[in-house]
């Protein structure tokens, strides 16, 4: 089964700085990664995705975030974060059940905390 | 409005009661999904529907029993629930599998058990 690492429960930044969310898989075959975020009291919402082409894919609000093979990782990136940029950020990779379905297999979440 | 609606959005029960949650989409999609969010876990994938039929039960205890009468609607019976089940159960769906696809989440059913 794959498994994917978010390596910062809590990120704190303040208004205007960049972030940097790091997301680790482990996989030995070829994978589709996406992002999810996770507003307060809401259900998650798809934030980008890679499946495959260009390694750097955007999202409308000004995140992106970069598939490196090498080193199996897909770290979500803003040059500059909002207020509104406050919620939780799930990593998630497709897998294939034993039924031949695919599932999404998510990381435990980070939480971006942007302050005034 | 999501698309994928669920109800209630808060239940407590007693470890003895019989509940369910209920999860409705409008969004034409054939898949549908069970999650169990707990705090500190990564989601757990619970069961997966596909064209009305399980094609997942992550070896999830009898006590959850899921029920999938049409490709729109979706049921999780609850009977003799553990304190530690107590978490944020969310359903999804999508348009064919979710391997490229997009999962649409309803906003959860907050479960506590006592």
């Known amino acids: 089964a794959q498994s994917v690492t978010q390596l910062d429960s809590q990120v704190p930044v303040f208004e205007e700085a960049p972030v940097e969310l790091r997301c680790n898989y482990s996989s030995s075959v070829s994978v589709y990664l996406f992002w999810y975020v996770q507003y307060p009291n809401q259900g998650l919402q798809l934030l980008l995705k890679?499946?495959?082409?260009?390694?750097l894919v955007e999202s409308i609000n000004g995140f992106e975030a970069e598939f490196n093979k090498s080193q199996t990782s897909f770290h979500l990136r803003k040059p500059s974060v909002h207020i509104s940029d406050t919620a939780e950020y799930f990593c998630a990779v497709s897998e294939t059940g034993t039924s031949g379905y695919s599932t999404l297999t998510f990381g435990k979440g980070t939480m971006l905390l942007v302050s005034p | 409005e999501t698309g994928v609606t669920q109800t209630p959005r808060h239940l407590v029960m007693g470890m003895t009661n019989k509940k369910s949650l209920k999860c409705e989409q409008h969004l034409g999609h054939n898949a549908m999904y069970w999650y169990k969010q707990s705090a500190k876990k990564p989601l757990e994938l619970m069961f997966v529907y596909n064209f009305k039929e399980q094609t997942e039960n992550n070896s999830v205890p009898s006590r959850f029993s899921p029920e999938c009468p049409n490709s729109s609607h979706l049921f999780l019976h609850l009977h003799t629930l553990q304190p530690e089940d107590s978490a944020l159960y969310l359903c999804a769906s999508s348009l064919g599998q979710a391997i490229t696809g997009e999962l649409f989440f309803g906003e959860g059913s907050r479960l506590t058990v006592l």
């Open positions: 890679y499946l495959s082409g260009s390694t």
